[in-house]
């Protein structure tokens, strides 16, 4: 596989196209769910919302934790934000379901939604969902601070959101409760549609996504949540050479290195299997399949004589002789 990609990368070089590189740790928002845009004030509580759609957040880059699922300045809140002691998430979204079919107004799923939230009481998270925010919003924060010390005047949105985060220092309940009070009120009066997004979001299990950044910011520069500024920090992540973010690579331990036998430069040895990022072919992740019946690997005579073929043509399939291919011949025929 890595053959073929050189392959391609070697054609796009040859016809004149720039690669665009992109530092291993940041990574799209998913672009198949709608986006919480949440706003921080100066004491770092979320003050106010909007809701992108799934083409939009699709642009917006976030920075990876080496822990799954920990990532800043966007990551997923567990759901739901309120529960019921007898009416389960599942049920409250068959009968969401059932209203929207009935073409309510916004202004009835705002009094609809204010109703259910009276009622509901706040969720409780576990240790490892909190653990994770932590990660999102302590560890990694820490860690980006010190890299964006350096940062020119384009990153001033980026690297006053991290410090209002540091300062704040969040923790998963508060925050959840803070966002859930915003959704509920709906303060941006928001169409129906959004309104019953939102009603989702607060009682039933449908998926998260939130991206943070400041309310009040630099106007000259982009805001956090704009393309642009993925894209600045990752022109900034890589000319600093900023290591991967997670405990070993940030941890000072020195790690273990050799000689890159592809390009003969130095270059330190990886606990896990690289996930590089190939901007023209998209959002693609390659990954290591250690398997003898990979039909690939007969591409280059490394496959077994017997597990792809015997697949294909079953319990008849015969070895073939490797000059003229007669067991082939032989199982077609049959």
């Known amino acids: 596989m890595l053959n073929e990609l050189h392959q391609v990368v070697a054609a796009l070089q040859g016809r004149g196209v720039a690669i665009a590189e992109q530092h291993p740790s940041l990574t799209p928002m998913g672009k198949n769910d709608p986006l919480l845009i949440v706003e921080l004030d100066t004491t770092g509580s979320p ?118 985060v540091s300062d704040a220092s969040p923790d998963l309940a508060q925050f959840a409760a803070e966002t859930a009070k915003l959704l509920a009120a709906g303060s941006t009066e928001p169409n129906a549609e959004q309104r019953w997004l939102m009603a989702e979001w607060l009682f039933t299990n449908r998926k998260l996504p939130v991206y943070l950044q400041c309310r009040e910011e630099d106007g000259k520069q982009p805001r956090v949540a704009d393309p642009r500024m993925g894209r600045l920090l990752n022109q900034h992540l890589l000319a600093i050479g900023a290591k991967p973010f997670d405990s070993n690579s940030r941890s000072r331990a020195s790690a273990t290195t050799a000689r890159d036998a592809y390009t003969g430069q130095p270059c330190e040895i990886p606990d896990t299997f690289p996930d590089p990022k190939v901007t023209l072919l998209g959002n693609i992740r390659l990954f290591s399949n250690n398997t003898s019946e990979a039909a690939c690997f007969f591409r280059y005579g490394l496959g077994l004589k017997r597990t792809y073929l015997e697949r294909c043509f079953g319990s008849r399939w015969v070895a073939p002789c490797a000059s003229t291919g007669r067991g082939l011949k032989q199982s077609l025929r049959r």
């Open 47 to 164: 003050t106010h919302l909007a809701i992108e759609q799934p083409e939009i957040a699709g642009k917006l880059l976030r920075v990876c934790h080496g822990s799954q699922g920990s990532s800043f300045p966007g990551f997923n809140i567990p759901t739901p934000l309120r529960v019921f002691a007898r009416t389960t998430p599942d049920k409250l979204r068959d009968r969401f379901k059932e209203l929207r079919r009935q073409r309510r107004d916004a202004a009835w799923v705002s009094r609809f939604i204010r109703k259910l939230f009276s009622r509901s009481k706040p969720k409780t998270f576990t240790s490892a969902q909190s653990r994770q925010f932590e990660r999102s919003t302590h560890e990694l924060v820490g860690w980006l601070r010190a890299d964006c010390a350096t940062g020119g005047p384009e990153l001033a949105n980026f690297i006053h959101l991290l410090q209002s």
